[in-house]
């Protein structure tokens, strides 16, 4: 079966950092564009970070541009989200997501993306 795991969430002060990281198992993984996505209850899902195949190519949303950095490993089948500098307005659960299909680009707009890990909560506090 295919899954996708988030781990790495948890509580952290406003001006701190977390690192995410999402495992993928069957799936032949390089061959997917691999996205972060965060949900707020209440509110519409929002696109936050994408990257390519290879890991050459990353687009982030703007508001987090500068403070995220999206990374990838082919070898161990994982993704990782490493965010600085964060505040109240990052406080979501957070999804990772794999598309055979899509681009970095086209992500984060798509009805239709192959696969859903469970999300990990991340709660920033002031």
């Known amino acids: 079966q295919v899954q996708l795991v988030e781990s790495g969430g948890g509580l952290v002060q406003a001006g701190g950092s977390l690192r995410l990281s999402c495992a993928a198992s069957?799936?032949?993984?390089?061959?997917?564009?691999v996205g972060w996505f965060r949900q707020v209850p209440g509110k519409e899902r929002e696109f936050v970070a994408a990257?390519?195949?290879?890991?050459?190519?990353?687009y982030y949303t703007g508001s987090v541009k500068g403070r995220f950095t999206m990374s990838r490993d082919n070898a161990k089948n994982t993704v990782d989200l490493q965010m600085n500098s964060l505040n109240s307005e990052d406080t979501a659960v957070y999804y990772c997501?794999?598309?055979?299909?899509?681009?970095?680009?086209?992500?984060?707009?798509?009805?239709?993306?192959?696969?859903w890990g469970k999300g990990t909560l991340v709660t920033v506090s002031s």
């Open positions: 997501a794999a598309d055979l299909t899509s681009s970095t680009q086209t992500i984060g707009t798509s009805r239709s993306v192959d696969y």
């Open positions: 990257i390519s195949r290879s890991g050459t190519i990353t």
């Open positions: 069957g799936i032949i993984f390089s061959r997917y564009t």
